[in-house]
């Protein structure tokens, strides 16, 4: 029986449709050479170019069909030119991540073999940051105090999201152990030695980390943190922290894996899941199709792990790898990557050089036919 899958595709702004047209044909391509799965794609508008057009950044149209769709794929989002009244960036995807409970922000930092990296490295490195995506320090985003002679924001920690959030790292832990891409470990990264907010954070942490006696569980400070992802980013597998220690540190990743263009992250709720590039919608290099797609491809990449994984659909996983894979090779390779990477690419010649490296794969799967 083939389960189908309704993909909501948010297209963005700036190079954000570049990007997307063909990390979907990508997805297409490999969905068809299955038998248990298929993907339909709904595209939806947002973003700041749709905003400028009609006035609305997120339609409820457009949200109402995120909600209905099993996965939610959106493209880089915002323009510095367009900006509501107040003068704030429009970013609908922080009204997903609020709108949906998003709690998990899932930033793999993963430098593989022959990616540029600023670090001297003999190792590959392959963690994953856990950031808290709906409260923390942004609990009061739009909302804080501001006088003349002083200015407060309000940090806000719950038992409740605390409790789902490591719950989703400890289970991240034991599925990347369990494909033998981490040993196991989850380390949560705070500031409890001065504020009683991150005392309590450790403490629903610790909680969790009773329940998973196979797993390995561990305290880091986050300017440590910041210290120990330069000096030994390998010693890492998942870390798991508050909202604004996440935002900071999954740039600090995005830097030692050569830049944005090759960071994908995942927003991922109960019921919800947002997969998405780190980077912004570069307005300096859109329209003329040289922009990096893998951040993109690399989150769809992610999107077909998580669905195969919340469906039991191994083929979907299986895909979700390969995709990864396929893209690693292409960087090692690196004679067809775009011109950030060194290479003299465009958006869809890279992608080309992904769907080759995946149909070579393909075919050395194949089982000889017996004579
Ligand atoms: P935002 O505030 O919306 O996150 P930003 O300030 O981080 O955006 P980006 O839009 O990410 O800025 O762009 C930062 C720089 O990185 C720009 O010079 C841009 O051209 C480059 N850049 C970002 N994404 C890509 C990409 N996919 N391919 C090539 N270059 C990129």
Redesign the pocket.
């Given at each position: 029986m083939t389960q189908n899958f309704e993909i909501a595709v948010f297209d963005g702004d700036?190079?954000g449709p570049e990007?997307m047209g063909p990390t979907v044909d990508l997805l297409r391509a490999l969905a068809e050479r299955r038998s248990d799965y298929s993907l339909s794609f709904i595209n939806v508008p947002a973003g700041a170019s749709h905003y400028a057009q009609t006035g609305e950044s997120l339609p409820e149209a457009s949200l109402d069909v995120a909600r209905k769709s099993d996965a939610i794929l959106l493209s880089?989002?915002?323009l510095p030119s367009v900006r509501y009244e107040d003068g704030t960036?429009i970013s609908p995807q922080i009204e997903l991540r609020k709108k949906l409970q998003l709690y998990a922000g899932v930033r793999p930092v993963r430098i593989a073999k022959g990616q540029r990296t600023p670090l001297k490295l003999q190792d590959e490195v392959d963690f994953v940051l856990v950031r808290e995506s709906t409260e923390g320090l942004f609990y009061s985003q739009g909302a804080g105090e501001v006088t003349h002679t002083e200015a407060r924001e309000t940090l806000r920690i719950t038992r409740d999201t605390s409790e789902k959030l490591f719950k989703f790292s400890f289970e991240l832990a034991k599925q990347r152990k369990a494909s033998g891409r981490g040993p196991g470990r989850v380390t949560c990264v705070d500031k409890a030695n001065v504020f009683r907010a991150f005392a309590f954070f450790r403490s629903i942490f610790d909680e969790e980390a009773a329940k998973h006696p196979e797993l390995t569980a561990d305290h880091a400070y986050v300017d440590a943190t910041a210290l120990w992802m330069v000096e030994k980013p390998q010693t890492f597998d998942v870390m798991v922290t508050e909202n604004m220690f996440g935002d900071i540190l999954s740039d600090l990743g995005a830097g030692l894996m050569g830049?944005?263009?090759l960071a994908p992250s995942a927003d991922i709720g109960d019921d919800h899941a947002v997969f998405q590039?780190c980077?912004?919608?570069?307005?300096?290099?859109a329209g003329q199709g040289?922009?990096?797609?893998f951040?993109?491809v690399l989150s769809a990449a992610m999107m077909l792990e998580w669905l195969g994984i919340n469906h039991n659909i191994q083929s979907m996983i299986d895909d979700g790898n390969a995709l990864r894979l396929a893209v690693e090779a292409v960087i090692e390779d690196g004679s067809k990557t775009?011109r950030?990477l060194g290479g003299k690419s465009d958006t869809r010649g890279a992608c080309a050089a992904v769907l080759e490296q995946l149909s070579c794969a393909s075919l050395s799967e194949q089982k000889p036919v017996p004579a």
């Open positions: 700036g190079i990007i880089a989002m915002g960036e830049g944005l263009g590039p980077h912004g919608s570069a307005p300096d290099i040289i922009a990096n797609p951040a993109m775009t950030d």
